[in-house]
């Protein structure tokens, strides 16, 4: 949340920036709620969780994909505010609240995605006793917790009142894809059982659509 916060507030010059106290207020409240949730009820899920990051995968591919992440998520933020400082865009403030509703339900669908299941660990590995998941939102596509990351990021320019930084959720999203896709590659050929949920459920993100 500090890194966050540096990267809206010090390009924007001002802590007047009301957009980004909002958004961080959401975002903060989401991640406190729901690490909370898991500190009480699947500790084992939230130690996984914390160990994430480029350092933590054992995938050169995966190093490289969780790095271009992270630094275009930090560009989602900078943007931002610097189009605060230079008077870039001019969004109403409900449009913005509005995302910040978006941003929240992207929280939400993670949060039933770890609910869901325990096996949830930032980096792409098979844990021993691990099974494949078909209830709550599995059910509908393969990789709601991306579906939930796609929604918050694809709201974020919006939250943060900026037409400049609208294109910047696209470079994610794609690298979040390429991540997606060498998942399923590994998981079929490491979680027993995973190629035919595949097949069961069809689609990866969006139901009708990926």
Same mark, same amino acid.
């Given at each position: ?20 106290? *909002?958004?961080?207020? *959401? ?12 500190? /009480? ?9 914390? /160990? ?19 630094? $275009? $998520? ?29 941003v929240a339900l992207g929280f939400y669908i993670v ?63 794609? *690298?979040?894809?390429?991540r997606l896709l060498d998942e399923e590659k590994y ?21 009708? *659509?990926?």
């Open positions: 949340m500090l890194v966050i916060a540096l990267a809206l507030f010090l390009p924007a010059g001002s802590l007047a920036f009301w957009q980004a106290w *909002v958004y961080l207020a *959401v975002f903060a409240g989401s991640t406190i709620l729901i690490t909370g949730y898991l500190f /009480r009820h699947d500790p084992e899920l939230l130690a996984r969780r914390v /160990r994430g990051g480029p350092a933590a995968e054992t995938q050169k591919s995966q190093q490289i994909i969780q790095s271009l992440a992270s630094l $275009f $998520f930090i560009a989602m933020f900078i943007v931002p505010g610097l189009d605060y400082r230079f008077n870039w865009s001019d969004i109403p403030p409900a449009a913005s609240l509005i995302a910040d509703g978006f949060f039933l995605v770890f609910r869901g299941n325990t096996y949830t660990s930032a980096t792409i590995e098979v844990a021993e006793e691990q099974k494949v998941i078909i209830t709550g939102p599995y059910r509908i596509v393969r990789h709601p917790m991306y579906a939930g990351a796609f929604l918050l990021v694809m709201a974020t320019p919006l939250a943060l009142g900026s037409w400049a930084a609208a294109p910047l959720p696209v470079p994610l999203v794609l *690298v979040i894809i390429l998981l079929s050929q490491n979680l027993k059982g995973y190629r035919e949920y595949c097949l069961n459920v069809p689609y990866r993100i969006i139901p009708r *659509v990926w």
